[in-house]
Structure formats: C-alpha cells, structure tokens
C-alpha cells in the first residue's frame, strides 16, 4: 500500500510532467555565458550614447525590436548605418508607433528602412537590437530602456550590450524572425494596420510615453 506522502509525492511529479509537456509551452533554453557585458543604467549614464555607438560599430546588419522609438538620435544613426550599405530592419508595437505618438516611424519609411508592425501580441513590450547577428562578432543590446528620451532623461533603466557570445544572439534573430514573419510589413503610413479596440484587455500603460 502507498502512504499518503508517497502519494502525494507521485501526484506532484505527474502534475509537474504533465506541465512540462503542455502542448504549445515551449522550453526554456539554457546558452553558455562568455564574452563581455557592458552596462548603463539611466538617469545616471547614457544608454542612449552606447547604443549610438554600436550602431555605429556595426558592419553588416542591425535589426530593432522597439515597443515605442521616438528618439530622433537612434532613428539618425540607424538611418546613417542603412546610408552606408548595412542592412537594417525595425519591428515595432503596432498601437505605440503611430505619427500621433511621437514616434520615429515616419522618418524611418521616408529614409527607405524596412519596416513591419507587431500586431498578434497584447503588447510587443521587448527592447532589442542586434548588432551583425550572422557574423562571429554579433552583438545584443536590450533590458529595460525604451528608445526614448524620457527613457534617457528621467526614468530609472537599464541597458546591457552583450558580445561575444554569437549562440546567444542567433537565439535572439530566431525569435526576431519569427516575430517578423507574423507581422504586417508597411510601405507607407497608409498600410498601417487599424486599431485595436480598447476593449481587448490591452494594458493601460499605453497612455504613458515612456
């Protein structure tokens, strides 16, 4: 006969199995640290100017995953690093990057960079760009910090640049990727897709430009 602890202890591990095996959730992945970390945090440094940096440094590609962009000096130097041959790619959150909220997309179009908009998710809350993502000397910057000006000037953010560590940024483009191919690419602000309704439960930050 099973004792009740026993019992118990078998229910747990079939609950915790059955868990892991839920169709759809995906497994978290595990990637060797190695490489260097550089760090900001706002107000006190400038996220902003390590990012302008990197842009920069890049050689070959740059793609952007922002929730909302509206600081013109990211948008100039992504524009300038298309200018000068590399291939540069932005997706965005569709709600949060409309020409009413500030946002650098108009710029973005205008200056021919490929844009597409994020519209399946409640909120497309990351904040990423990769650096050369195919290349050995591929690069990640993402954490808490929007690529806006308050971002820079007010709140309390955070900015990793991670290198060295090419497995890690190709997990990164996978997700990238895979998050393009839903999206709804845009040719002008006429393709922008139509609101979503208020009512859908989207969260109420986005009043807030952050």
């Not at 690093?81 to 000068?84: D, E, H, L, S, Y």
């Not at 930050?205 to 952050?210: A, C, F, K, M, S």
């Given at each position: 006969m099973?004792?009740r602890?026993a019992?118990a202890?078998?229910?747990?591990c079939a609950?915790?199995?059955?868990d ?6 995906e497994p978290t992945?595990?990637?060797?640290m190695h490489g260097t970390a550089?760090?900001?945090f706002?107000p006190?440094?400038d996220?902003?100017a390590l ?7 890049a050689?070959?590609?740059i793609h952007?995953?922002a ?9 100039r130097g992504?524009?300038a690093?298309?200018?000068?041959g590399l291939r ?13 909220s500030l ?5 973005l179009?205008e200056?021919?960079?490929p844009?597409?908009?994020l ?7 990351n904040?990423v760009m990769?650096?050369?993502a195919?290349?050995?000397h ?10 806006t000006r308050?971002a820079?000037?007010s709140?309390?953010?955070n900015l990793?640049i991670?290198?060295?560590?090419p497995?890690l940024?190709r997990?990164?483009?996978d997700t990238?990727q895979?998050q393009r191919a839903e ?5 002008s602000?006429d393709?922008l ?11 109420s ?6």
């Open positions: 099973i004792g602890g019992l202890l078998l229910l747990a609950v915790a199995t059955a892991a095996q839920t169709p759809g959730v992945r595990t990637v060797a550089e760090v900001a706002a006190w440094s996220p902003e990012l302008l940096q990197a842009i920069d440094d050689r070959d590609s952007v995953q929730y909302l962009f509206t600081s013109k000096a990211l948008a992504l524009i690093a298309r200018r000068r540069v790619e932005v997706l965005l959150d569709a709600e949060m990057n409309r020409p009413g946002s650098v997309l108009p710029e179009l200056a021919g960079v844009v597409a908009m519209t399946r998710f409640n909120i497309a809350h904040k990769l650096f050369d195919d290349t050995p591929a690069a990640l910057a993402t954490g808490s910090y929007n690529y308050s820079r000037l709140n309390a953010e990793l991670l290198r060295g560590n497995a940024v997990l990164y483009l990238w895979r999206a709804v690419p845009l040719r602000l393709d897709p139509a609101r979503k309704d208020k009512r859908d439960g989207r969260e930050d986005r009043t807030t430009v952050d």
